[in-house]
């Protein structure tokens, strides 16, 4: 188990590099000149040159990189180029992301699970397509359209939940639009279990634990639900990562004040450092999710252990 | 205890001392799929008594498998349908107890062996899990005292070192070692009535003969009754009491088992016992019956074998056999011998 | 890690091992293709989806066919109309610089069609040729490409999106579609790769190969053929995607900028005034998630009926 973990780790190093690095080229090759952009009309060609060697702006792409990763594997994320450090930034944004992916996290898991489940279980009936048709809507309707629908409904002309922003805090303020950014990972979620319900129920264990003359509770919640769960659980794993990407849009439909929104008005401004760092993060967050689910998925599948 | 009860139904045994442990009687299953109706079982009759081996014979498509899945209630229903037929267990009919009733017959009173263990145990449970499940459940046992009781069921079924393996799961046993686990799943509530299906056919030939002999003895011990399903001639010979061969869902001949194998009276079982390899007959050619099984969705009208049988007649074509009690020349009675075939007589005779 | 998802341990006599098939190989996958089209025929879905689908290429190819209005044209937009609702004759109302918003939804189909058309041959063109090359080279190419591809699979579309598109500059469809694809061909790539190497140590591979076959050869006659069916149901599910996607990166901005025309765009604009004027907002959306909807709709039916595992 522990050798599984690190070769897990060991192997999530190299796409972490490549990603950083990737993403570090396509920042810095953008068009226009930061340092020039950031003294506006007041040049001084003094005070370009140390700011340009601070950071390291001169230097091969490959070396400035360097500079940055080393500080990344030491937890420095760099500073913008007005001085203020990336790590205060993330450090104010980034709850609002993590609290809005979390809930929508929370969402798509069990209503997704729950819908797959009874999809499966009555399958061909009513509820069955029920469940296909409102997955099929929630994949088609797009996020910002589906938000700014039930905001509209919801917030304004019922107004069960706050229009926007983030001043009644957690759960209030994040309910819908975790609801919105989880949508589409729910039916997602609900069509992976219906499937893998369904594989499990008509596998040989599961005829052996009916011929057990065990209760169908038992047969459907202890021999098919914990086999069916092995590739919904990768799912939510890999998802968490694309839930943070995704956030971007709630993030503008519900105008909060997230890693998102950051992002977007950094990429205007050509922020590299910023760019550079919170996307860092988010690829971070991806592969730790992905190493978790990995272990995991040792866990729940013992064949995955010894091979 | 004569398993030809064709036309006329035995009179119900009433009593449980003289009944049969399990009576099927006149059983049909069909099997509604979108191409139409497959008809995997067609009046299948049989009994099997404590202490008794039953060997069913036929190949696959042959409905020996849905015949003890419908036995054993775990048929999946739809698409299965069962329009017509009952299954007396110690005299009451199985198929009109309610599902709470069945389910506590199943494992407990009727247990089943799979063909093939690893997909049938699960494989994410530890085997000490999925055996101590059954008293867990059934007996209301708890979680400690049901692993001290899987641990002696595995030194029972000869697993070695069963105290520390009882945590392993599935994948980590040896193919002959699983089937033992299921063999010991199967016994651990000490049922009356073991139906085994194909039991060693994923098995190695040399593992397939250890986990029969254990079967039998435990059988023995016990004093179970035992259905025994399998393709395979060889493996019944030893084991079985009497042997019922199967051809496209009907029972087509009954017999003890050594006397089917020195005079096979259906032509069916003819070709089966001569397609088995011999050594005397090296360097001839094998023996294989001609032709495909039938397909389910259309049995041939008649005697279902007629289009592969060397006998066949115009009345093959028309009329459907009984199964025939067979005799001596002389009239003597044969008990317990049977067959469906129009020239039995030729057959066995001949 | 989805590998192990791929490469489950499988019993090797267990019922699910793919069942080995000499001979007769063409026949097969022809079988497949024909009994799948059967299948996919009395479909309901398939005709409904198939009628929007069809709708929807007569208005990207000719829009003027159902408005006799061009939104290019000089006096198109008339700001004395700004965010009037619905009416006779301009039956979606006008947005906020008062162009007729029926018109503009209507020439709005062409760039979502050209996007989600162009990035799925491209995404399947290029994960195909390079999931080929890594499942049939194996070795440490094929490990170099696999890391290379989870590198490109780490990366989130939109945020991926967002970079390469400030940094390309100029956006219009073709850049999206070049962009959505440079960031999708991982997930053609992992199935392909993941079929080739499937369908390698097949027996009628070796046995092609025992003949004497050329590794071209065996790549297109014998393994091509056998991994076109995922590849097809991918593909297809990943129209709507797609043209969900370019909505979504032009609604941020960074998609196709205005003056053209994209649905994304539109209900960008009408964002602001939504809760006012809801219909700016309404009929683009309509249109969008219609046209997503059509073709995940395919998307389901074709992997239903052409998806061999499910069969």
């Keep these: 188990m522990g050798r599984f973990v690190v070769r897990r780790v060991l192997q999530a190093i190299p796409v972490l590099i490549g990603v950083t690095f990737l993403i570090y080229c396509l920042v810095f090759l953008l068009p226009g000149d930061p340092i020039r952009a950031l003294m506006g009309e007041k040049q001084d060609p003094h005070l370009a040159l140390v700011l340009r060697a601070k950071y390291h702006l001169d230097d091969p792409l490959v070396v400035q990189y360097w500079h940055y990763i080393t500080g990344v594997f030491r937890g420095d994320l760099g500073t913008t180029y007005t001085g203020r450090p990336i790590s205060d930034i993330v450090s104010q944004r980034f709850p609002v992301t993590l609290k809005l992916s979390l809930t929508a996290f929370g969402f798509e898991a069990v209503i997704g699970i729950l819908a797959g489940i009874f999809s499966a279980l009555r399958r061909g009936k009513f509820l069955d397509n029920v469940v296909f048709i409102a997955t099929l809507f929630l994949i088609s309707i797009p996020v910002f359209v589906l938000g700014n629908v039930l905001q509209l409904e919801l917030g304004v002309n019922w107004k069960l939940t706050p229009v926007a922003g983030i001043e009644d805090g957690w759960p209030a303020s994040y309910v819908l639009p975790g609801l919105v950014l989880a949508s589409t990972s729910m039916a997602y979620i609900a069509r992976l279990t219906r499937t893998s319900m369904i594989e499990s129920v008509r596998s040989d264990y599961v005829r052996t634990a009916i011929a057990k003359g065990l209760p169908r509770r038992r047969v459907i919640g202890v021999h098919a639900l914990r086999n069916s769960l092995i590739p919904v659980v990768t799912f939510l794993g890999m998802d968490l990562g694309s839930l943070m990407g995704g956030a971007i849009i709630t993030e503008r439909v519900f105008n909060l004040p997230g890693i998102g929104g950051q992002l977007a008005q950094s990429v205007s401004l050509r922020e590299g450092p910023v760019i550079v760092g919170l996307v860092t993060l988010l690829i971070l967050i991806y592969l730790v999710a992905n190493l978790a689910v990995d272990v995991l998925y040792a866990v729940l599948d013992p064949r995955i252990r010894y091979e | ?350 | ?311």
């Design chain 3, 1 to 311: 890690m989805s590998e192990q998802i791929i490469e489950r341990p499988v019993p090797a006599d267990g019922p699910t091992a793919k069942a080995p098939d000499p001979g007769g190989k063409p026949e097969r996958v022809a079988s497949l293709w024909r009994d799948g089209w059967y299948d996919l025929r009395r479909r309901p879905m398939f005709l409904i989806s198939g009628f929007i689908i069809v709708c929807l290429l007569i208005l990207a190819v000719a829009p003027g066919l159902f408005t006799s209005r061009s939104p290019f044209s000089d006096g198109f937009c008339d700001l004395s109309h700004s965010m009037d609702g619905p009416r006779s004759g301009h039956w979606f109302g006008y947005d906020v610089q008062g162009c007729d918003i029926y018109t503009r939804t209507v020439w709005g189909t062409r760039n979502s069609i050209i996007v989600g058309v162009v990035s799925t041959i491209l995404t399947t063109a290029l994960g195909g040729v390079i999931g080929i090359l890594a499942g049939l080279w194996g070795g440490w190419a094929d490990s170099l490409i696999s890391r290379v591809s989870e590198i490109f699979y780490a990366l989130p579309i939109l945020i991926g999106g967002l970079l390469i598109m400030s940094m390309v500059g100029s956006s219009n469809v073709w850049t999206v579609a070049v962009v959505l694809s440079v960031l999708g061909w991982p997930q053609v790539f992992r199935i392909m790769r993941g079929e080739v190497i499937g369908n390698k140590y097949n027996d009628y591979v070796a046995a092609a190969r025992a003949l004497g076959a050329g590794p071209l050869r065996i790549a297109f006659r014998h393994i091509l053929p056998n991994t076109l069916a995922p590849i097809v149901v991918v593909s297809t599910m990943n129209l709507g995607v797609y043209i969900a996607a370019e909505a979504s990166l032009s609604y941020l901005g960074i998609g196709v900028q205005s003056p053209d025309i994209s649905w994304g765009l539109m209900i960008s604009d009408a964002q602001d005034r939504w809760l006012t004027s809801p219909h700016a907002l309404l009929f683009p959306a309509g249109a969008l998630s219609l046209t997503v909807l059509a073709f995940i709709m395919l998307g389901d039916v074709v992997r239903d009926a052409f998806d061999p595992k499910l069969r």
């Design chain 2, 1 to 350: 205890m004569t398993i030809i009860e064709d036309a006329v139904p035995a009179p119900r045994g009433s009593d449980e001392e003289t009944a049969p442990l399990l009576e099927v009687r006149d059983l049909h299953v069909e099997f509604h799929t979108r191409e139409g109706v497959a008809k995997a079982v067609n009046g299948v009759n049989y009994t099997v008594s404590a202490g008794e081996t039953l060997a069913v014979l036929g190949e696959s498509g042959s409905g020996k498998s849905v015949t003890a899945q419908a036995v054993m209630g775990i048929l999946d229903m739809p698409p299965a349908r069962i329009p017509r037929g009952e299954i007396l267990f110690r005299g009451q009919d199985m198929l009109k107890m309610s599902r709470e009733e069945r389910r506590k017959i199943r494992g407990a009173q009727i247990a089943m062996i799979f063909q093939d263990a690893l997909s049938a145990l699960n494989p994410v449970l530890t085997v000490g899990y999925q055996l101590g499940e059954m008293f867990r459940v059934h007996n209301g046992m708890s979680r400690k005292d049901a692993k001290a009781r899987s641990i002696e069921l595995m030194d029972r079924v000869k697993i070695p070192a069963a105290a520390a393996r009882v945590n392993d799961y599935p994948h980590q046993f040896s193919g002959g070692m699983r089937q033992r686990i299921m063999i010991a799943m199967a016994l651990a509530l000490e049922p009356d009535l073991i139906i085994a299906d194909e039991p060693t056919t994923a098995l190695d030939v040399t593992v397939q003969a250890q986990v029969m002999d254990l079967l039998a003895e435990l059988q023995r011990e016990y004093q179970m009754g035992l259905i025994l399903i399998t393709h395979d001639l060889g493996v019944v010979a030893d084991v079985a009491d009497k042997i019922a061969v199967m051809y496209a869902g009907r029972i087509v001949e009954t017999a003890p088992v050594h006397e089917l194998y020195k005079r096979p009276a259906h032509p069916y079982t003819r070709g089966l016992l001569d397609s088995i390899p011999r050594l005397d007959q090296k360097g001839q050619e094998l023996y294989a019956i001609k032709g495909l099984p039938p397909n389910l969705l259309h049995i041939p009208a008649g005697c279902a074998f007629n289009a592969r049988c060397p006998k066949a007649q115009d009345i093959c074509r028309e009329k459907v056999p009984a199964l025939f009690p067979v005799t001596e020349p002389d009239g003597t009675e044969l008990p317990g011998r049977g067959s469906a075939c129009h020239f039995w007589k030729e057959t066995i005779h001949g």
